[in-house]
């Protein structure tokens, strides 16, 4: 694969490094989880380098904190709050119906939930796949007209951005029992499938959107210590060498910065121009996974696009949502 994209960043640029001389005035951009981790950095570089940014949060709160630290920094106020809850989905069409066609340029869906216990969104789905990616798609498909109607204003495509994972290798979608109500759970295959649904989401995503003027790909930010942790017990991190026994994170983890500048690369990256449907890591196309090489690349049945239409047929049933 001698032919992947790549540009001139690495696994440990920061950010601002990525944004640092792009021109993003007068365009608006949306993060979901925008109130914490990855997504306060995404958010910054992004109006840092001119862009109206609205943080899509569930605690209003955490995000209004966010965006007044954001302002604080780029000093300026470029920075609003939305609220939605990912994991129920009418409060996802409440907020693409009141952004209603006003252009978007850049979404990031960067939110999600991790390895949690076995619970059920409000539309009873299993969490991690209903928040990580029905949310997620119900939001961009809702949004589908604005950021058409971005491209339209700027005359080039729209880009939007989906969050997967090295979890996707842990297991693929199981269109069979996606919700686990027939086998059992386990925290860490429901995590991998939502993973792998995200990149599957942008090669469904970017092939019905391309000639409306919006390209989508997929994201793998690194390993970075968030509160995407959050329902992991000490004893386990220990256990997957992610943190020592006195809480000394093991080399090899990124800063928050640093472990959103893909995203932000997703976002501008002049080399990703017209190009969507790819899974991206450290600043570059990933390679195919190839275990000698240990954790990276990106799983064949990740990019299927055969795997990518069963998955939109789903969500369309599921959320009836549509394009």
């Known amino acids: 694969m001698s032919d992947r994209i790549t540009s001139r960043f690495g696994a ?14 007068g365009k608006r951009a949306i993060v979901t989880g925008g109130a914490s981790g990855i997504g306060v950095e995404t958010a910054r570089a992004l109006a840092k380098a001119g862009a109206q940014v609205t943080l899509a949060v569930r605690n209003k709160a955490a995000g209004e904190a966010a965006a007044a630290d954001i302002n604080a920094s780029v000093g300026a106020e470029r920075t609003d709050v939305g609220v939605l809850d990912l994991a129920d989905q009418s409060t996802v069409r409440a907020f693409a119906a009141a952004w209603g066609k006003t252009p978007l340029h850049i979404l990031i869906n960067n939110a999600g939930v991790m390895a949690c216990p076995q619970t059920y969104t409000a539309d009873d789905l299993e969490m991690q796949i209903g928040a990580n990616h029905f949310g997620h798609y119900t939001l961009a498909a809702g949004l589908a007209p604005a950021l058409e109607a971005g491209a339209a204003e700027q005359g080039r495509p729209a880009r939007v951005v989906a969050l997967s994972s090295t979890g996707h290798f842990r297991s693929p979608v199981v269109f069979e029992d996606p919700h686990f109500r027939h086998r059992p759970y386990d925290k860490w295959a429901a995590y991998g499938q939502s993973k792998t649904a995200n990149a599957l989401f942008a090669v469904g995503f970017n092939a019905r959107m391309k000639d409306r003027g919006v390209n989508a790909n997929s994201v ?29 994170i093991a080399d090899g983890f990124k800063t928050t910065e640093q472990g959103a500048s893909t995203s932000v690369w997703g976002a501008v990256g002049p080399e990703l121009e017209g190009v969507g449907g790819l899974y991206l890591e450290n600043c570059a196309e990933a390679a195919p996974f190839d275990a000698a090489k240990g954790r990276q690349g990106v799983m064949a049945y990740a990019l299927d696009p055969e795997a990518a239409e069963r998955l939109w047929a789903l969500s369309v049933e599921t959320t009836g949502a549509k394009l």
């Open 12 to 25: 440990f640029t920061p950010a601002s490094d990525v944004i640092e001389g792009v021109d993003l005035s």
């Open 220 to 248: 793998m930010p690194g390993g970075i210590m968030t509160p995407l942790q959050r329902h992991l017990p000490h004893e386990e991190m220990i256990a997957f060498g992610w943190i020592d026994e006195h809480g000394k």
